[in-house]
């Protein structure tokens, strides 16, 4: 596909024997359309020309030519504006389409660099929480776009499978375990088990020696121990990939904290040997107060590790398993220190340089529910697979309202109750707080996940009216310069520019927010326009456009994690 900044960039480095990728960096988009499709801010090379911006302006546009590609120059203040041919980049646009069609977007930029997307991580024998939602559908989007834009992404879940309160809630099974139906119900009823232990060890001090005993068991490898955290762990991970194929997430690793037990004591010993390591009131710390990032505890005074040894080892094993080029953290800004501190300490391990600049803590705000059924009271906490089930559950009476006959309901329900939820966690910026709300979260009209898939939808109805898929030589740009279809067009080109931006920021709500322009600028054309037209023509283009339409909100929203129905 033409690319326009670059042959501006091209055109302007060639006059100031400067570097075009640079020149292509300071390129900007107008505001809007009357001032062009491309503009040159000037002013960037007034210190390295030493001249004013305006001057170095009418320069340039005396000695940069005009050619199929670029249509009109024009100066505004210090500005250099540039003019494209449309017709050519109607063509390109849809060329590009015609011979990538779903892989539209991508030029393999990613180079086969490995990144590692660790996203999810839920605690075993704990409520899989809204949280917990947010960081999987995050996760799993950017984990697709990675993988998409050519880079071998690898997603791992980093479950929280150890603590000393595995001691207790051993202990707790051992006394009431046939009491509670683990099976049936295996979170809900190992807390219940958690809370009643907790409040036995309150009264009585034997019992917590108890539940430590378990614990130093556990870790010992005692068979009895072993067997039952096993149980619990297995027991999880069924209730959380219920969650997960409701979600359709797929883990290339799932590798719980516990599994690292073998390599922490490696850890102390490479800091204790780098001379990191200081005693503070019997536990050992890495004191990175000169770094203004506090004191990362590595051991606490009974020896035992905490969560950030656990984590210094995974990135030991990350680092040696996949030599990777970016480690993406997707989890709650609330652990911004808990990061900023591990990827301090992770610069004293024996990894690669790379490795190391490659950690990165990918942030994303907290979900509120809004008032109503949704509302948490203490200790009642929203299961996040009956949320899931209800938002499908409103679209099947939606569908039973006013479409009753449709084919696969089920399926379709499923695919736009679940896109919805998805769609809502995606279409803020990531680190805002978000508020949960039925309402908009099934908007048909609103800047949903359903308008997405109603606006797809509709181009499949244009097809199948129209009965046959043009073939792009049968396609005369000339009939798509209109104001809508060129916007179409326009929305269209910029796909692979979005999809760059949001691997450079690691926010997929910049290509949530596409989808939502590409739907309306469709939805005007398709207002705008009649598409079954008598003129064969104008009818081929105008199908020709829907179907690319519809190919690029499928492509896209899939790598949300969004599936799109057939009907709506
Ligand atoms: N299990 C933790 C929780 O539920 C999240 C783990 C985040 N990942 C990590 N490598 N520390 O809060």
Redesign the pocket.
Known sequence: MINFKNIIAQKIAKEVELDAKEIEGFIEVPPNEEMGDYAFPCFKLAKVLKKAPPAIATELKEKITTDENIEKIEIVGGYLNFYINKKVLTKTVLEELDKKQENFGTYNSGDGKTVLV?FS???IA?PF?I??LR?TIIGNSLYKIYKFMGYNSISIN???DYGTQFGKLIEGYKRWGSEYNIDENPIEELMKIYIRINDLCKEDESVLDACRENFRLLEEGDPYCKNLWEKFRDVSLQEFNRIYDLLGVKFDSIKG?ASYANSWGEVVDILEKAGKLTESEGAKIVDLEEQGKGVCMITKSNGSTI??T??LA?IRYRAKTYDFDKCL????YE?AL??RQ?FEVAKYLDIPKKCQKGLEHVQYGMVRLSTGKMSTREGNVVKVEDLLNESIDRVKKVIEEKNADMENKEEEAKKIGIGAVIFNNLCTTIIKDQVFDWDTVLNFNGETGPYIQYIYVRTKSVLEKAGYIPNIDEINVNVLQDKQSLNVIKTLYKFGEILEAVVQKNEPSILARYLIDLAGSYSNFYNENKIIDEDKNVQNARVYLSKSVGTVLKTGASLLGIEMPNRM
């Open positions: 660790e991580s839920p605690n704990k929480h949280g917990h960081t980093h479950l929280g904290e969560y950030a656990r984590d995974a953290y997707v989890v709650a652990q808990h990061f591990i």
